[in-house]
């Protein structure tokens, strides 16, 4: 059976935005970030995590330096009591068929993880997160955190934060549990 899923950018969506993070030690929670995503997947909802890590590919951190900060990342999440399904990331500079806006790395993770696109729907904070939830075919939400009071695109809604943007996907009643 398939499950709807919530994609999440990283930087400025979930965690606070630091340029090219690569020192664990600046990981901060956007508040209310791990109780949205507990929230969602209590719903039925998979978690799965999608972020554009260009840094890598600029040679600006190194895949360990990303690695220890996800991991940083998801030590603060499991401290609330919150916890991904998947994760995936793209070092890509250029446009790729993984990058976004492209689609590639949500279709990657539907096909791994038996997502339902038609009842899925995709958060972030710039118009490439808008750009790959519309081209995957899912429901849009733009948070104000991070970049996103100064992007200009079309998402569904537009939103203060996670929290925010996990009431509209709750209140949507598109969860495995509602169905």
């Known amino acids: 059976m398939s ?13 606070e935005e630091v340029h090219y993070c690569a020192d664990p030690a600046l990981v901060r929670l ?21 972020t554009n890590q260009s840094g890598i590919g600029r040679g600006l951190i190194s895949p360990s330096q990303y690695e220890a900060v996800h991991a940083e990342f ?9 916890a991904l399904d998947g994760a995936y990331y793209c070092a890509d500079v250029s446009p790729s068929p993984r990058r976004k806006p492209a689609p590639g790395m949500v279709l ?8 339902d696109l038609a009842r899925s729907w995709f958060v972030g904070d710039k118009a ?20 996103g009071k100064g992007e200009s695109t079309t998402p569904d809604f ?8 996990a009431e509209i996907i709750l209140q949507s009643g ?6």
């Open 30 to 50: 956007i508040p209310g970030a791990a109780g949205a995503i507990r929230r969602l997947r209590a719903a039925g909802y998979l978690a799965v995590l999608i």
């Open 158 to 165: 537009v939103v203060a934060d996670l929290p925010a943007a």
């Open 108 to 115: 990657e993770a539907t096909a791994e993880l038996g997502v």
């Open 3 to 15: 499950r709807p899923a919530v994609f999440l950018d990283r930087d400025g969506t979930a965690m």
């Open 174 to 179: 598109n969860s495995v549990l509602s169905s």
């Open 74 to 82: 998801l030590r603060q999440l499991a401290a609330e009591g919150a």
């Open 128 to 147: 490439a997160d808008i750009g790959c939830g519309q081209a995957a075919g899912v429901r849009t939400l733009l948070v104000q955190t991070g970049y």
